[in-house]
């Protein structure tokens, strides 16, 4: 059995920050460490911000790039989403998304809520 558990929303005035962390827990020995962050704002669908591959590698989408930091903790099986200069726009709820690879994630939480207003 596989849970993912996000943490770290919020509300925040636009320029603020937040720091949204990825915990998964199992009941076998896989470290999931391929892991992504998703955001899906009112009325839109679910969108790929940040990704981590199983080697550490990230990428971001065009939306988030230079203002978002995807980083992991291999010891405590976490990966976080520091999240600067935001902005209304980014209001939504946060996924993390985690699996064996990055073509193969396919464990969900059940999101956190980012607020983003003055």
């Known amino acids: 059995q596989v849970r993912v558990v996000e943490s770290g929303g919020g509300v925040v005035q636009p320029g603020g920050s937040l720091r949204l962390s990825c915990v998964v827990s199992?009941?076998?020995?896989?470290?999931?460490?391929?892991r992504a962050w998703y955001r899906q704002a009112p009325g839109k669908e679910r969108e790929l911000l940040a990704a981590?591959?199983?080697?550490?590698?990230?990428s971001y989408s065009d939306s988030v790039k230079d203002r978002f930091t995807i980083t992991r903790d291999t010891a405590k099986m976490t990966v976080d989403l520091q999240m600067n200069s935001l902005k209304p726009e980014d209001t939504g709820i946060y996924y993390c998304?985690?699996?064996?690879?990055?073509?193969?994630?396919?464990?969900w939480g059940q999101g956190t809520q980012v607020t983003v207003s003055s």
């Open positions: 998304n985690a699996g064996p690879a990055a073509a193969d994630r396919p464990y």
């Open positions: 199992t009941t076998n020995n896989f470290n999931y460490m391929a």
């Open positions: 981590i591959t199983s080697g550490g590698r990230p």
